[in-house]
């Protein structure tokens, strides 16, 4: 009976895992079949904020490279099986605390807001979002003896949370 108990308990396990939703490494469950090239432009931008289009691209194209199995071109290229476009909608930096013996502001958060679009070859829409938003904190140095600008070091941590989800969305369908 204890034997039986046992059997039948793994049994279900095994089945309720097989069902998880895992999947191996580089395998892009929600794009076509037989999709083995993906190119993504540098993202357009809507903001006067200086590289941080190609900051966010190149993210992507890292984690894309890095996540799927598909080669992964920084341009556009009429042979690619997908193109994905990414646009630069706003990008703010506001100050959070104030240091009331400096008369500054000793933190601030910066906000950027994108679109992007995922079209295959004949222009189909295969995913699209418009409404992604990311934020990071970053720290003011006031010693300017030492001063380090740490506004691009927030963008470029920004970049790796809005490329991880990016392709988390793209791969997994969410």
């Known amino acids: 009976m204890r034997r039986f108990a046992l059997f039948l308990a793994i049994a279900s396990s095994v089945l309720c895992l097989n069902g998880c939703g895992y999947h191996t490494v580089g395998s892009a469950t929600h794009l076509p079949a037989g999709t ?16 941080t289009e190609t900051v966010m691209t190149t993210a992507v194209v890292r984690e894309f490279a890095t996540r799927t199995r598909l080669r992964v071109t920084p341009d556009e290229t009429s042979d690619s099986d997908l193109v994905l476009h990414g646009t630069i909608l706003s990008q703010t930096v506001v100050p959070l605390t104030y240091n009331s ?3 500054q502001s000793s933190s601030f958060l910066i906000t950027i807001a994108c679109s992007v ?3 295959d070859r004949e222009g189909k829409i295969l995913y699209k979002n418009d409404k992604y938003v990311f934020r990071q904190q970053y720290q003011s140095t006031t010693d300017l ?12 941590r920004l ?16």
């Open 101 to 103: 013996q400096t008369q």
């Open 117 to 119: 679009v995922l079209n």
């Open 145 to 156: 003896p030492t001063f380090l600008e740490e506004s691009p070091a927030a963008i470029e």
């Open 36 to 51: 083995r090239s993906l190119s993504i432009p540098v993202f357009a931008t809507k903001t006067t904020a200086y590289r």
């Open 159 to 174: 970049s790796r949370d809005f490329a991880k989800s990016l392709v988390a969305d793209v791969l997994e369908g969410f």
